[in-house]
């Protein structure tokens, strides 16, 4: 999932196109989502070194820092069985570091600037990179090539240095969720042109249904609207220049976005700032919205009962000439931090970690599959939401990695989440806002 990361750091340089950005051609190396720090300390371990796993260091015990909090649901199963497996397959000891998502992600300075755990969750592309060049992670070239991950994954974890930094675990698509059940009932169809959307929007609030579940507490959530109507209006080569600050944010392109954008907050769900996205996906799954853009760990916020019940499509597109064949795909992984205290058990680990046995111990475990990045990994528990993600990935002609994610950690976190959020609560004031984060812009781009 996509969610802020430090407000306190301040990290600059150049990425290459091949981490901002994966195309189709690329992304599709094989099978292609998902996936304060206890004081923000390290978990320790006295455990012996034993075994070993051939390639980038020999098996050790490791503190493994993970982004999901313990019992939390199947994030952290999927983690935690990864952990276990690693440890009865070489003997050695993984202490697991488990902390809720958003504060592993809003302390993550602090801690790779203190007393890190030896292997992290983190991301792919320019938070990835950032970090790289700051000298928060390590070089990993030499777990490099890991079987089942294709050169398109390997692109994705490579920094402007030229090496690789990240090992991916999984990836997924953001789309537009509803339940089969619910749109059979109502004979509602999936919307393919900005008419149909409109069409179905009015329809679901004659009969008292609102169009869309909406989260906004949760500050990197309103991201996703964002992006996809950005790369729906100006394309994504417009989109991936604004983040990169090539594109203004003053710009009329982008007020253009925000005036879109409100024309549809009426049919989202009000209050939204006070709303959690696994609270809008309860509003989802018991008919109260009739959809929700969100990634594919919409089911992790889904009662049990209703996740075989869900289906999705990708927004429809708002501008013929634009088309609707770009989405965000972000990727999931880990990293070794800079100051692990045996970076060659942690690289023996990170190694493991991208394997296809180290995905199936996750999603055998787990009451719901992540799709492994690893090609080699078994889909016999994905369901048919997870072998459409595949599709429609593969199908995507452009992929961004999300908004938090494409650009400066700072300009993320500290100006465009707060602006997102103002935004929602007086949508008249577009023009103040956009010339505010792009004051804000060009301080921290330069």
Not at 73 to 93: F, I
Not at 385 to 408: G, H, M, W, Y
Request: proline share 4%.
């Amino acid at each position: 999932m996509a969610f802020p990361a430090p407000r306190s750091s301040r990290l600059t340089g150049s990425v290459p196109a091949s981490v901002a950005a994966l195309n189709r051609r690329t992304l599709l190396g094989g099978a292609l989502g998902v996936g304060a720090l206890a004081g923000l300390g390290a978990c320790g371990s006295d455990s012996p070194s034993t075994g070993g796993t051939g390639g980038g260091g020999a098996a050790g015990p490791v503190k493994f820092g993970m982004n999901e909090a313990k019992g939390s649901g199947p994030a952290y199963e999927r983690l935690a069985a990864m952990a276990d497996a690693y440890t009865k397959k070489t003997g050695a000891q993984v202490s697991q570091n488990a902390v809720d998502h958003n504060t592993f992600q809003e302390s993550i300075t602090t801690y790779l600037q203190g007393t890190p755990d030896d292997v992290f969750t983190w991301f792919a592309g320019y938070r990835m990179a950032q970090f790289a060049e700051g000298g928060q992670i390590a070089d990993i070239s030499d777990v490099w090539p890991i079987d089942g991950l294709g050169d398109a994954f390997k692109k994705a974890s490579t920094a402007a240095d030229g090496k690789q930094y990240f090992v991916p675990v999984s990836y997924y698509p953001w789309a537009v969720f509803h339940r089969k059940s619910v749109f059979e009932k109502n004979g509602w169809t999936q919307p393919k042109t900005l008419d149909e959307l409109n069409a179905l929007m009015e329809d679901m609030q004659g009969k008292k249904v609102t169009p869309f579940a909406f989260a906004a507490k949760d500050a990197w959530a309103p991201m996703g609207t964002f992006d996809i109507l950005n790369m729906r209006i100006n394309g994504y080569d417009f989109h991936m220049a604004l983040t990169k600050g090539e594109k203004t944010w003053d710009s009329p392109e982008v007020k253009k976005v925000f005036e879109t954008w409100k024309t549809l907050l009426p049919y989202h769900q009000e209050n939204s700032l006070g709303r959690t996205w696994q609270e809008a996906a309860t509003s989802m799954a018991n008919g109260e919205c009739g959809m929700y853009l969100l990634g594919t760990f919409v089911v992790d916020g889904v009662p049990t009962e209703a996740q075989e019940d869900l289906d999705f499509f990708t927004f429809p597109e708002l501008d013929a000439s634009i088309g609707s064949d770009a989405l965000d795909a972000p990727i999931d992984g880990f990293c070794v931090s800079s100051n692990a205290q045996d970076e060659d058990a942690a690289k023996a680990f990170i190694k493991w970690l991208g394997t296809a046995e180290a995905a199936d111990a996750a999603n055998n475990a787990a009451s719901a599959p992540m799709i492994a990045a690893n090609s080699g990994a078994s889909t016999a528990k994905y369901g048919e939401l997870q072998k459409k993600s595949v599709e429609v990935v593969q199908n995507a002609k452009s992929i961004a990695q999300f908004l938090d994610r494409d650009t400066n950690a700072d300009l993320a976190n500290t100006v465009i989440t707060a602006s997102l959020q103002e935004f929602i609560k007086a949508p008249n004031d577009i023009d103040k806002i956009t010339a505010s984060i792009q004051q804000q812009a060009q301080s921290i781009l330069g």
